[in-house]
């Protein structure tokens, strides 16, 4: 590759900020779209974060709103809790944890966004984050600076729908982790995640009977409420039952119709 060819890479400095957050000892990396760009228009995952049915002016548009593209290390964090809200950021690759902390000062996962998923939803209302976005593996967003987009669903219906069923799907999650934590044993808990995870993976074109489980035990427990150890042993169970089968962080389900009947479905 020649020099005039290669992608502009900077570390992201306080100016930057907004696309995606730098610390003294974990830099956000911040990719010049002049130099390196997927389109909107020929993104592999364009359905899943945007409108379909646009016309080639609106996508131009649409393509236009990506000012910059963001690559995290597994660990490090896209925005923290408190921090002013500028943008959404819509996956490309990879996967991150919202996360917000207990009064006991424990760390409680509030979602898991994967490839295509959009994240920063929590900072519309009050026009700062609530949670802290950290990526569990190596990730890409693309960045959508959040004042553009309102400029642009004015004039472009579809992309204020699309916005609408966003906001509309995040408070439905909200509402069914409620439900999982207020209402589910330990148990059902474990088979509504390994299943909804395969769902998916089956959405973005991946197999939904084996995939690899990004969160720990820790972090999973942390998110359905329930302990490590309770975690472990239900791992252990569901593979003595012959529900799964586990090696390192595989997962693969070997009867799924078992574990909708864990959770009461297909009775």
């Not at 660990?75 to 919202?98: D, N, Q």
Request: charged share 25%; with cysteine; aromatic share 4%.
């Amino acid at each position: 590759m020649s020099s005039e060819s290669k992608p502009t890479v900077r570390t992201a400095t306080s100016a930057s900020l907004p696309a995606g957050r730098a610390t003294a000892d974990a830099p956000a990396v911040v990719i010049s779209i002049r130099d390196l760009r997927t389109h909107c228009a020929t993104c592999s995952i364009r359905e899943l974060c945007l409108p379909v049915g646009l016309d080639a002016d609106e996508m131009k548009q649409v393509d236009a709103l990506v000012a910059t593209r963001t690559r995290l290390k597994r660990g490090e964090t896209l925005y923290r809790a408190g921090e002013p809200f500028h943008a959404l950021y819509a996956i490309r690759l990879g996967s991150i944890k919202s996360t917000l902390l207990a009064e006991d000062g424990r760390e409680q996962v509030a979602g898991y966004h994967m490839q295509g998923d959009l994240v920063g939803l929590d900072g519309i209302g009050a026009g700062h984050h609530e949670c802290d976005a950290i990526a569990v593996e190596d990730a890409e967003v693309c960045v959508l600076p959040f004042d553009r987009i309102e400029e642009l669903a004015r004039g472009v219906p579809a992309l204020q729908h699309n916005l609408h069923r966003f906001l509309s799907k995040e408070i439905s999650r909200d509402h069914n982790l409620m439900l999982v934590l207020g209402s589910m044993r330990a148990e059902e808990r474990l088979a509504l995640f390994l299943l909804n995870l395969a769902e998916r993976h089956r959405r973005r074109g991946y197999s939904s009977t084996e995939y690899v489980l990004r969160l720990t035990r820790k972090e999973i427990g942390a998110y359905l409420g329930l302990k490590l150890e309770t975690v472990s042993r239900l791992f252990s169970r569901f593979q003595e039952e012959g529900l799964i089968r586990v090696q390192g962080r595989s997962v693969k389900l070997l009867d799924p119709a078992a574990l909708k009947r864990v959770i009461g479905l297909h009775r």
